[in-house]
């Protein structure tokens, strides 16, 4: 992490602090959060519309806090003592920092970005790599205008790999971090429906996903995965400075992989006379491990330090995590949903063998933009009740998926909730011993809170 004096921070953020005289403290890491700042750590008091963290810094003082940036010194609680940095915006002085602090490391930087996939390739690919270099990558989901910066000043001076997740919202936000990070390797798994609502089409989602570039210098390398539709279509009409690379089973790919017979509890593919696997569920993940080898190789790693690195994977959490529960399994993919990544979810679930019953639990897939109601729709006629015992959803754009669905269930075994405990008290009476329960909705619908009610549930 960041180990700087107090002056020298605000040497490389043009800020001014309040006393010379406390140049020379030593400031060891940085925290926006009050409630986990460390002894000797640098506070940043964010404000927004309906949040400031300034009120906080007495707070921060008292656990340990060496000085803190203030925008308007007139908000300081006279009781505070220690030091500080004047700036003109604190979000904005973080991201400098990051900045400065990002030219000054020697590591190579490998970023990744994508619709879906982003995160299993991150943590997949540090699993790796760390078999040969001290690697460093994005903590949880630390992906936008304030994670990624707090990730740079995170890496140690002797990192030699940093893995950082880049993540969008609205055009210019990869643009910002990109920047930020300077990534040597940039990356994009793929492009689905996520943020449709700001983005309105999947080729405008692809060029906010391209802004990854303006970071790279000339001689960096972009790989992508060339199997994706848009990109297929959408990438040589752009026109790349850096070296473009692919990967996928086309003929056309740079890097070709062939999908090989899977099991329940891992994946396998083959490039050229190399055969992989992987102890993660579900073929979408294929691509996101091909990535990883394509990558490594670049780097160096042989084959024997793949595979070590493979065989120490495991499921990013609430992301297709398989867990087991007394009696009966959830299949946890309740981190967020599209209709990519569900459709990915639901073939996992129906792959998996061994079970008496098959319940889903779907709630909304929210940022779709205009055509939402259709593609929820879309994906509940796509269910297969076949494979599928009973369907259970929440939410009001589920409500679409759910009358959808009733295509192909019967109105007993398709169920829609205007409120989650109903549907947790109807997913009670319909789990039996030997059941699998597959949870998966957008971020905001909360539906990691259906696994915390039944985690302790007695058949």
């Known amino acids: 992490m960041i180990e700087k004096t107090l002056g020298q921070i605000a040497q490389m953020i043009g800020g001014d602090i309040s006393d010379e005289k406390f140049a020379d403290i030593k400031i060891k890491g940085i925290s926006t959060d009050s409630r ?8 940043i008091p964010l404000v927004g519309e309906v949040f400031d963290g300034r009120i906080f810094i007495k707070e921060c003082e008292t656990k340990g806090a060496k000085a803190f940036f203030i925008d308007d010194p007139a908000k300081i609680n ?7 940095i004047k700036v003109e915006d604190t979000k904005k002085a973080l991201q400098d920092l990051a900045t400065a602090y990002r030219d000054q490391l020697t590591c190579k930087v490998i970023a990744i970005t994508g619709s879906n996939g982003k995160t299993t390739t991150k943590d997949l690919l540090h699993k790796v790599l760390s078999e040969k270099y001290k690697t460093q990558k994005t903590c949880g989901n630390l992906n936008n205008e304030i994670g990624v910066p707090k990730t740079v000043l995170s890496l140690d001076t002797d990192t030699e790999v940093a893995i950082i997740e880049l993540g969008t919202d609205n055009f210019g936000d990869i643009s910002l971090t990109s920047r930020m990070v300077k990534p ?6 793929n492009i689905g429906d996520s943020h449709l ?5 999947r080729s405008g989602i692809l060029k906010a996903k391209l802004e990854i570039l303006e970071g790279m210098d000339d001689d960096g390398i972009f790989i992508y995965n060339i199997d994706d539709p848009t990109m297929e279509k ?3 009409t752009y026109q790349i400075k850096q070296k473009v690379l692919s990967f996928g089973s086309s003929e056309k790919a740079t890097f070709k992989i062939n999908f090989e017979k899977s099991g329940p509890a891992s994946i396998r593919f083959s490039h050229g006379d190399d055969f992989y696997q992987v102890p993660l569920m579900g073929e979408h993940n294929v691509y996101n491990a091909a990535a990883v080898v394509m990558i490594s190789q670049m780097l160096g790693l042989d084959k024997k330090s793949i595979d070590n690195g493979f065989a120490k994977a495991t499921s990013s959490q609430n992301r297709t995590e398989l867990l087991e529960f007394d009696g009966f399994d959830v299949l946890d993919d309740s981190y967020k949903s599209n209709p990519q990544s569900l459709l990915a ?10 079970y008496k019953r098959k319940i889903v639990c779907l709630a909304d897939m929210l940022e779709l933009g205009e055509n939402e109601v259709d593609l929820h729709r879309q994906v509940g006629r796509k269910i297969d009740s076949k494979k599928i015992d009973y369907c259970l959803f929440y939410g009001p754009l589920a409500k679409e998926m759910y009358e959808a669905s009733l295509e192909n269930f019967p109105p007993n075994r398709s169920l829609y909730f205007e409120h989650k405990d109903e549907l947790i008290e109807k ?3 319909l789990v039996i011993g030997a059941s699998l329960v597959f949870v998966k909705g957008s971020h ?11 985690k302790y549930f007695n058949i």
Do not use: R
């Not at 006279?78 to 500080?84: A, D, G, L, N, R």
């Not at 040597?184 to 798994?189: E, G, K, L």
């Not at 979810?345 to 061994?354: D, H, K, N, Q, V």
């Open 36 to 43: 986990t700042i460390d002894p000797g750590e640098l506070y």
């Open 78 to 84: 006279k009781t505070v003592s220690i030091p500080y």
């Open 184 to 189: 040597h390797i940039s990356m994009i798994t």
């Open 197 to 201: 609502h700001n983005l309105k089409s």
């Open 234 to 236: 959408e990438v040589p």
């Open 345 to 354: 979810g639901l073939e996992t679930a129906y792959m998996l063998e061994g």
């Open 427 to 429: 997913l009670k009476s």
């Open 444 to 454: 905001g619908m909360h539906m990691v809170e259906i696994i915390e009610a039944i």
